[in-house]
Antibody
């Protein structure tokens, strides 16, 4: 059964880079079965799709965040990662890693709270 | 971006009630709509995709319908485990977008 688990710092300072990793079990990340993505949830903006990656090389980002986001894959560790630069308090949210099939979010990680504060 | 609007924001109901939640898209999304259930402190969980297809293991009391811009999620007989917040998600056009949610609470 596919499982996803987020990891990374829970506190990031304003203007710095938020970095999270998602560990995938139950499916080789390079199989091509799924897109791998990130979604965040905050009280102010609800659920927001950040971006996805497919086959390690095709990336798709939300235009609202595209200038600050990088999603990458480490097939040797069966992980994928999120980097969000120049963070502000507005980036405080619960971040979920997810799998997607044709755009449908079909599996969610447990989520990790990231707070942006000095 | 396609805007997804859910109504009502909160729905109060009793165990055994039939409840219907509505989701409207700002433009035609055909049947490319999913419903997710989220309980407090937990991650969302996929219930329905392609407007009316139940994900594996989802009880048959859940059903979805609609196409184009108007969609509904119906719970035929509300169970204690169903009190949660429900989100619709369109996947017709990137960026994929979600509604703001409907909270189903105990009356």
């Amino acid at each position: 059964q596919l499982q996803l688990q987020e990891s990374g710092p829970g506190l990031v300072k304003p203007s710095e880079t938020l970095s999270l990793t998602c560990s995938v079990s139950g499916e080789p990340i390079s199989s091509g079965t799924y897109y791998w993505g990130w979604i965040r949830q905050s009280p102010g903006k609800g659920l927001e799709w950040i971006g996805s990656v497919y086959y390690s090389e095709y990336t798709y980002y939300n235009p609202s965040l595209k200038s600050r986001v990088t999603i990458s894959v480490d097939t040797s560790k069966n992980q994928f990662s999120l980097k969000l630069t120049s963070v502000t308090a507005a980036d405080t949210a619960v971040y979920y890693c997810v799998s997607q099939t044709s755009g449908v979010v079909d599996n969610w990680g447990r989520g990790t709270l990231v707070t942006v504060s000095s | 971006d396609i805007q997804m609007t859910q109504s009502p924001s909160t729905l109060s109901a009793s165990v055994g009630d039939r409840v219907t939640l509505t989701c409207r898209a700002s433009q035609n999304i055909s049947s490319w709509l999913a419903w997710h259930q989220q309980k407090p402190g937990k991650a969302p969980k996929l219930l329905i995709y392609k407007a009316s297809s139940l994900d594996s293991g989802v009880p048959s009391r859940f059903s979805g319908s609609g196409s184009g811009t108007e969609f509904t999620l119906t719970i035929s007989s509300l169970q204690p485990d169903d009190f949660a917040t429900y989100y619709c998600q369109q996947y017709d056009t990137s960026p994929w977008t979600f509604g703001q949610g409907t909270k189903v609470e105990i009356k």
